[in-house]
Structure formats: C-alpha cells, structure tokens
C-alpha cells in the first residue's frame, strides 16, 4: 500500500536554453507546464520548445515511478499537458522565475501562491544589457 501525501510532483525542464516547470497534478490527472516566455511575441512556440522531449522527460518519469513502486503508482504517461497561465519573463529570467514556480505553485488550485511583479529595469550602457528588477510576494 502506497500513500502519497503530496498532490504534485514537481521537476525542471531544460531545453534550447530556456527552463520550464513539469508538475504532474495528481489532483487533476494532468501535466501541467509553467514556463515563464510570453509564446505569442516569439518565433517559436510552446509545442515546438516542449515537445518530443517534454513528452520523452514524462515518460521516462513515468516508468521510473512504475518501476520502483512495482506498478502501484499512476501512469501519468499519457495524461494531457496544460500550459498554465503565469507571469512572464523579460528578458532571460527563467531561472529566477522557474525557482519561484517550483516553491510556489499550487496544483491543487492550479495557480502560484504568490505575485510576481516588475518593479522597474534599466539598460546598462557599460555592459549594453538590460536589467530587470522583480517583487515576490
């Protein structure tokens, strides 16, 4: 007999320099993907920068799961992907931001249970790149 106290399960996806959240949502039998790029402003979208791999990363933990439980864990392999409305980066913040998914997300309810605002950015003239300044709440 297994007992799961927990309602999520929680890992970072690394592809094409960017990171992204996985949350296997046991309370909703889905995976849900927090990834902090606003897709519509890129050249990319969020199926082409998740996927294969993103199905190949669920897979792999998956079987892992089934493995070492001897099949008493959920087959989560084929569950349906939802891409969570969260706060968006600017500029090439995904670690910070992926941080703050991992310790704030909330499965259950399906959101963070914190604010991410923009407080302010400037652009550096010595180092010709921007900085952007976040609030957590």
Known sequence: LLIFLSVQILWTY???NHFSVFCVNLEHSRIDVLDSIDWSKSLSSFEERHFPGGHTSIQRLSDAFNTVTRGEFYDFSEWPIWSKDVPRQQGNDCPIFTTKFLRHYDG?????RCNIKLVFFFFSPFSKMMFFCYFFE
Do not use: D, P, R
């Open 108 to 112: 259950e309810v399906g959101q963070l």
């Open 14 to 16: 690394h592809h094409y």
